[in-house]
């Protein structure tokens, strides 16, 4: 039972021009996401996190938006730079749930042509 | 660079083994928490530690455990290895307790190939 989707296995983005991530989830239970991203042979780095009492939240040039209804999030980022080809996850877990297991989607590849 | 280290980086066992990963946390985190990510998938919770006591366990079966020690370290413990065991498993630490930033930070992660 996968909860936490990420429908695209992969994305190509020109330098420069907006790259959107998607993610959606089925668990209506979780109220707290984050964005990961991972390079070769390192772990995953925290990059932006949402609660799910907003619907938006910016870091630079990385911007998550929430839409509770669709139980839908998309990150942003504007504009791509070379440096940002990595694979990206999406994350959630339940705050009060006594414990902060996370929930990953299946990654994103993102690939950034210059 | 996130503080949190993993050795061994490789391991090659054989079915029917007994392995033990290990982790440092980030000093200071009082949680650590354990994760398989098999190919092409996302990290699966295995479980979680907060202060030397589990707090939670994912879909995975008793011959995955651990311990969490006073120093920050902790160990993942797997006996009877399956072919299926073979992955990345990675650990994560966090400082439970500060919702708004409730970060968890990763390893590079120890890569099992079970033969």
């Known amino acids: 039972d996968q909860q936490v989707k990420q429908n695209s296995p992969s994305l190509s983005v020109q330098e420069g021009r907006i790259s959107i991530l998607n993610c959606d989830y089925t668990?209506?239970?979780?109220?707290?996401f984050l964005w990961y991203k991972k390079y070769p042979a390192e772990g995953p780095t925290f990059l932006i996190s949402i609660s799910s009492i907003k619907d938006k939240n910016e870091d630079g040039r990385f911007t998550v938006f929430l839409n509770k209804s669709a139980k839908h999030l998309s990150l942003h980022i504007v504009p791509s730079q070379p440096g940002d080809s990595a694979v990206y996850f999406c994350a959630a877990f339940i705050s009060n749930f006594g414990n902060e297991k996370l929930t990953f989607g299946t990654g994103t590849r993102l690939t950034i042509i210059p | 660079e996130t503080g949190v280290t993993q050795s061994p980086t490789h391991l090659i066992k054989t079915r029917g083994q007994q392995v033990t990963l290990r982790c440092s946390s980030q000093s200071g985190h009082n949680t650590v928490s354990w994760y398989q990510q098999a190919l092409g998938q996302g990290p699966q919770f295995i479980f979680q530690?907060?202060?030397?006591?589990?707090?939670g366990r994912g879909n995975f079966p008793p011959r995955f455990s651990g311990l969490q020690f006073p120093n920050y370290s902790s160990e993942l413990n797997v006996n009877a290895l399956e072919l299926d065991d073979s992955a990345l498993y990675l650990c994560?630490?966090?400082?439970?307790?500060?919702?708004?930033?409730?970060?968890?930070?990763f390893g590079a992660g120890t890569r099992l190939s079970v033969l």
């Open positions: 668990n209506s239970m979780f109220d707290y």
């Open positions: 994560a630490s966090s400082l439970s307790g500060q919702l708004a930033k409730n970060i968890q930070y």
């Open positions: 530690y907060y202060r030397e006591e589990e707090n």
